[in-house]
């Protein structure tokens, strides 16, 4: 037992609490203080325990765990380094460390590899198998020998999605320093995950139908999205969906193995670098919108389907020429080990005074660059309508559900409908305003007739007043010289009354004669005596014409 252990073991004897220093212990061993303190607080292993985790106990079971991954591999359920850890831990009894996965991969290296790995549908995996590919292949080509089918009439078709903003993983040039203090290890990208889905179909003589694209929308196609579409320059058809998918009613059935073999991983790459190249060209401040995908799909669709591509795509699949051994011969032959060295990158030495004055050369340049592109960019974006419009199809009862391709000629009318529509929308709200403004015109003219009839009333009313007036002082002038007149009346009475006789006793009747109340007229007049009364007025104090009745005429 070495030093360390027997120092260990005299730590373990002390009691559960007890105070004891790692210096006197390791003084009274002769041992190293720190790591006395790393080995019994588990920090640290022995040697013989690390070189114990390098190995399994047997290089047999080495062997078995590469067997065992390769039978993985070949079920379609490839290991992960995790899952090798727990299988190479059950054999061993006892927790190997991630070290020892690392040199088990290199000490396999010629039957193992490490490589980054999509997952595949479960059914997709049953039906990847040579019996299949056979029935195929020989149901396939019977079917065009019977019926005499020739390259001409060989057609494949399928389906291709695009996320607007995102590309695929490309590899790039990064800075060492950058790189090393881990600031940017990922390359910028838009981030747009609108779906744009593409229908291609091509020939087996080596031409390509025109493509078919579906974006996503439910009002319709919008204007915005297809400005950059030429329909003397290109062949396209178009058409929305509420999700950007195809369906029943946009597309039919079609075949995958052709063009997801051949033609559409270099049309994702090309996407890739037109998105790449815009997104360099804006630096990133503008966004990628579904206006700007019809721009960066066009030139990576010209460079991917070209004659040479589509002829490649139907021998790999071995439709035309009718081989099937170009699929099956992935079934019978292994693939051989590619045994490349890594190279190894040199560093440059800096140099002095004119490289520093190049760099600043090469830097101002860039910077111009980048700043033009940027401006471009920006100003492209500026042109463009901000607010886009649904185009309105001719036809409002569409067949197959509303699912409708709409060609470069059909865009073309649909254009000038909506050029017709803007113009007569533009008559319309001119001729509005028109009305609005004679409307106006004949409020105004309205309001100065009233204030007008305003003012002829309130000097009607003055008059009325003033006249009002007058035939209340007449009034009041009739009514004093009236009680003027009886007043000299009643002062008359009285004087006629005190100069009459009384009658005499004698002169009464022996008999009693009943007194009758009758009405004796005068005998006498006046000799002088006041103006007699004028007639009453036929006009009110009010100023209203008195009609006297009949009966007191």
């Known amino acids: 037992m070495d030093s360390i252990q027997k120092a260990i073991e005299a730590i373990e004897l002390h009691k559960e609490g007890e105070q004891f220093s790692y210096q006197k212990v390791s003084e009274k061993f002769g041992v190293d203080r720190s790591t006395l303190a790393r080995r019994h607080q588990g920090k640290q292993a022995s040697y013989a325990a690390k070189a114990k985790q390098q190995q399994l106990p047997s290089p047999q079971q080495e062997f078995e765990l590469v067997k065992y991954i390769e039978r993985c591999s070949e079920r379609g359920l490839a290991p992960t380094r995790d899952m090798i850890k727990n299988f190479a831990s059950a054999m061993a009894k006892w927790e190997v460390s991630e070290s020892w996965i690392t040199c088990f991969l290199h000490r396999h290296s010629d039957r193992l590899t490490t490589k980054l790995s999509a997952g595949i549908d479960r059914d997709r995996h049953k039906a990847d198998s040579s019996s299949r590919y056979k029935a195929y292949f020989n149901l396939l080509h019977s079917k065009m020998k019977e019926y005499d089918i ?16 995102r590309g695929i993983r490309s590899k790039r040039i990064f800075s060492k320093a950058s790189w090393a203090q881990k600031r940017r290890r990922a ?14 179909c091509v020939c087996a003589s080596g031409d390509a139908l025109p493509p078919a694209l579906i974006y996503q929308g439910t009002a319709g196609i919008q204007s915005s999205w ?28 079609w075949l995958q193995q052709p063009l997801d073999v051949v033609l559409f991983s270099p049309l994702s790459r090309h996407y890739t670098s037109e998105l790449n190249r815009n997104l360099q060209r804006s630096q990133g401040i503008t966004r990628v919108t579904k206006r700007d995908f019809y721009s ?45 060295d890594p190279e190894i990158g040199e560093h440059i030495e800096a140099k002095q005074l004119a490289q520093s004055l190049h760099s600043l050369q090469v830097n101002n340049e860039l910077l111009h660059t ?49 050029a017709t529509k803007h113009h007569e929308a533009e008559q319309l709200q001119l001729q509005k305003l028109r009305d609005r403004d004679l409307k106006a015109a004949a409020t105004l003219y309205k309001k100065q007739q009233a204030e007008a009839a305003k003012a002829a009333r309130l000097r009607a009313k003055e008059e009325r007043d003033q006249a009002k007036k007058q035939r209340a002082a007449e009034l009041a002038e009739r009514r004093t010289l009236k009680k003027q007149q009886r007043d000299a009346a009643t002062t008359q009475k009285s004087r006629d009354r ?31 005596g006041p103006a007699v009364a004028s007639p009453p007025p036929k006009i009110s104090a009010r100023g209203r014409k008195i009609k006297t009745p009949a009966r007191y005429k």
């Open 150 to 165: 020739d390259e001409r009439n060989t057609y494949n078709m399928d389906e291709k999605g695009f996320f607007i903003g």
């Open 187 to 200: 390359a910028l990208q838009d981030g747009n995950r609108e779906w744009v889905t593409l229908l291609a």
């Open 226 to 253: 297809v400005d950059d579409l030429m329909a003397e320059q290109h062949q396209v058809f178009v058409a929305n969906s509420p999700t950007g998918w195809t369906n029943n009613e946009l597309g039919l059935a």
């Open 296 to 340: 960066n799909f066009w030139p990576a669709w010209s460079s991917t389907m070209t004659r040479d591509s589509i002829l490649q795509s139907f021998r790999a699949t071995g439709v035309w020429p009718m081989e099937a051994d170009a699929v099956l011969k992935r079934f019978n032959n292994h693939p051989q080990q590619d045994n490349i």
């Open 370 to 418: 980048r700043l033009s592109d940027v401006e471009g960019q920006l100003n492209t974006k500026s042109k463009r309508h901000t607010r886009s419009t649904t185009l309105a199809t001719q036809d409002s009862n569409k067949p197959n559900g509303g699912a409708v391709f709409l060609s470069p000629r059909k865009l073309r009318e649909c254009r000038e409908r909506e």
């Open 498 to 528: 005190g100069n009459s006789s009384k009658r005499k006793a004698s002169n009464k009747s022996d008999q009693n004669i009943a007194k009758r109340r009758r009405a004796v007229a005068a005998t006498s007049q006046p000799d002088a």
